[in-house]
């Protein structure tokens, strides 16, 4: 992706962000210079991954195949493993109309997905077999707002405002918006992007970025880059 189309579409996703009443947090604005001049500060956040993150999964086709999020808050897999201290993360997403995000599970990553407003959300769902692979004839068991739901092999939950879908490791499942865009809301235990995203078909979690213009912020991506992530 071009980081120009990649700028425009954090612009674009600010402000819908905005208009359906929520407000990143400070950091979310900051200047690229500005994370290596508050190198102490950003530390958290940097190792953690929260900030600015798009993709085209590799594919170079965002409007078709693609994600907006944005991590708010995220704690450590230390913490997790010990079941101790911050083992939560939450984000923001925008799925586009009819823009898919591709069929893939969690090794780790329990997730609540929440329709926070704007038009339907599509959410299809298959089970695992025994070695936690994608089955194509399996369904499963999610809670949807407290309330127990089996579902079939291939079922599509549709998910309007305030609606949403608790996800386990083992619930292979793919979304995308219908009617319109649809900002997401996503609770989940600590989120590790890196390595605990499995898709069914090869794709990449990150896209691959083009550096024709400056970026107007870093997305979780060029973290690595830094020297105050080592």
């Not at 120009?4 to 579409?9: A, G, Y």
């Not at 508050?38 to 993709?55: F, N, S």
């Not at 069914?200 to 991506?221: C, K, T």
Request: glycine share 10%; hydrophobic share 40%.
């Amino acid at each position: 992706m071009k980081r120009s189309r990649i700028n425009e579409i954090i612009g674009a996703a600010d402000e819908m962000i905005r208009r359906h009443g929520f407000s990143l947090p400070p950091f979310a604005y900051w200047a690229p210079d500005e994370f290596e001049t508050r190198a102490d500060a950003a530390r958290h956040i940097v190792e953690t991954r929260c900030g600015w993150d798009i993709t085209d999964y590799g594919l170079g086709r965002f409007d078709e195949v693609g994600l907006f999020l944005f991590t708010l808050r995220n704690g450590l897999l230390s913490d997790l493993h010990r079941g101790g201290g911050m083992c939560y993360a939450e984000k923001l997403l925008i799925s586009k109309q009819d823009q898919l995000s591709p069929m893939h599970t969690h090794v780790l990553k329990v997730e609540d997905i929440i329709n926070r407003g704007g038009a339907t959300l599509v959410v299809e769902l298959y089970g695992s077999d025994d070695a936690g692979g994608f089955a194509q004839d399996q369904g499963g068991t999610v809670w949807c707002d407290g309330i127990r739901r089996a579902y079939a092999a291939g079922e599509k939950l549709t998910l309007s405002p305030g609606e949403s879908v608790t996800l386990r490791p083992g619930d292979w499942h793919a979304f995308w918006a219908e009617g319109g865009d649809v900002l997401i809301g996503e609770v989940s235990t600590v989120n590790d992007d890196a390595r605990d995203n499995i898709f069914r078909d090869p794709v990449g979690r990150f896209a691959s970025i083009q550096e024709d213009i400056a970026p107007l912020h870093l997305l979780v991506s060029d973290y690595p880059d830094m020297a105050l992530s080592a």
